[in-house]
DNA sequence: GTCTATAACCTGATAGAC
DNA sequence: GTCTATCAGGTTATAGAC
C-alpha cells in the first residue's frame, strides 16, 4: 500500500487553505490575520495560498460569506414555519442555536466586529425583505403582543442567547467564570431562556 | 486679541491626540488602526504622536483601560448598594447603562472583541473576589430565586441591554432596522427590560 | 501544483533640523 | 514641541524554477 499523501488525508489543498482561514480569521480578525499564519496552519507555502485564492481580501469574503450564513442561515427556517406554533419555536430557536454557538464559540464575535462598516455583504447573503414581514414568528408575537414590536423579543431571544459566547472572554478574564463551567451554564440556559421569554411575553 | 492656536482651542496636544484614538481605535480596533490615521484625526504629525506615547501599544492601552472601565466600571457602584432594592436596582442599571451605551455606541464591541486573548488587562482594573460575593445584587437575586445562579440573571440584564449595540452593524447593513429607528427602540427598552427581568426572576 | 526568491508596498518608529 | 525625512522591519503578492 502506498504511502498517503498530505491531500490524501486531509483533503484536496484547497479546503485545506480554507479551514486554516477559517480558524486564524475567525481567531483574530482579518487585519490581525497574516497570510503566512493561515498557510503555516495548512502546512503549505504562502505563494499557494495566492496561487488557489488570488489574495487574502478574496480568501477572506469566503470565509465570511460562510460565517454569516452560519450565523443567521439558521434563524428562518425555524422562524417561518407556518405549523409550528410560537412556545415551540422560541424552544427550537434557543437550542439549536446554543447547539451551533457551542461548536463555534468565537463565531458571532468575530461576524459582527468585522461588520462593522462593510454594509454591503450581508444584504447579498440574505433576503432581507422576506425576514421582516411574512415569518410567522414576528406574526405569532402581534398576535399575543399587539402592544409591542416583534423586534424586542426577537432581540431579546438573540440577545440572552448569543451575549454569553460575546462576553465569555470578558467573563473569563475577570475570573467571574471559569471555562469549564461555561459549557454547564450554557446547558442550564437551554432550558431556562425559553422559560423566561414565555414569562416575559406575558408580563404587563 | 492675539490669534488663538490649535491648542488652545482644543486642548493640550497630548489630550488632542488621546481623543483621536479614541475614536479610530473603538471605530477600527487596534490591528486594522494607523498610527498615521490618528496623528491626522489630531491634526499633528505621525513623529508627534511617538514623541508623547512611545509607540501605538502604550498609547492603545491607555485608551484600552479607560474604555474598559467605562464599559464596567459602572455597574459596581449600583449593583453594590446595600440599601437599595432588588426591583430598584434593575431599573438603576438598566437606565444608566442605555444612557451610556447611546453616547457611545461601539464601545462594547470594541472592548469585547479586543479582549480575546488579553487575560491580564482586566484583572488589573477591577476588584473581581469583590465583584462576585459581597455583592448585595447577587445575594438579593439569591433570596428571591436560591434555585437558580444568580449569574443567569445578570447576563440577562446585560444581553438585553448591550446585545442590540453589539448587533447594531449587522441588524443595520440587513435592513431590520434603520438607524433613526433604533434611538427610538432602545429607549422603548429603557422601560420595557425592568418590567421583563422581574417577569423572569417570577417565572417558574 | 508547489516551491524559493524577491519585488513592491506599507507601517511603526527615530534622527535631526528648527 | 513640532516638523521633515528616512530607516528598519514586516506583509502581501508575484516571478520563475521545478
Known amino acids: 500500500m502506498a504511502k498517503k499523501t498530505k491531500t490524501e488525508i486531509d483533503g484536496s489543498t484547497e479546503e485545506r487553505i480554507k479551514e486554516a482561514a477559517r480558524i486564524v480569521f475567525t481567531q ?29 481580501e478574496k480568501l477572506f469574503n469566503q470565509v465570511m460569506l460562510e460565517k454569516i450564513q452560519q450565523l443567521f442561515g439558521m434563524l428562518l427556517p425555524v422562524l417561518s414555519d407556518e405549523t409550528t406554533k410560537l412556545e415551540k419555536k422560541i424552544e427550537m430557536v434557543v437550542a ?32 432581507i425583505e422576506k425576514i421582516i414581514q411574512n415569518i410567522s414568528f414576528i406574526k405569532q408575537l402581534q398576535e399575543k403582543r399587539p402592544d409591542i414590536q416583534p423586534i424586542h423579543f426577537l432581540m431579546n431571544i438573540l440577545g440572552m442567547t448569543v451575549f454569553p459566547f460575546i462576553a465569555m472572554p470578558a467573563f473569563d478574564a475577570v475570573g467571574i467564570i471559569k471555562k469549564n463551567d461555561f459549557e454547564k451554564l450554557i446547558q442550564e440556559r437551554k432550558a431556562l431562556i425559553p422559560i423566561w421569554v414565555k414569562a416575559m411575553i406575558k408580563a404587563k
Open 28 to 56: 483574530k480578525g482579518y487585519a490581525a490575520t497574516r497570510t503566512r499564519d493561515i498557510a503555516e496552519k495548512a502546512g503549505i507555502n504562502l505563494a499557494l495560498l495566492n496561487y488557489y485564492f488570488r489574495s487574502k
Open 96 to 127: 439549536n442555536y446554543i447547539d451551533m454557538l457551542l461548536a463555534n464559540p468565537d463565531l458571532p464575535l468575530f461576524v459582527l466586529s468585522e461588520l462593522r462598516g462593510q454594509k454591503e455583504e450581508l444584504q447579498k447573503v440574505l433576503p
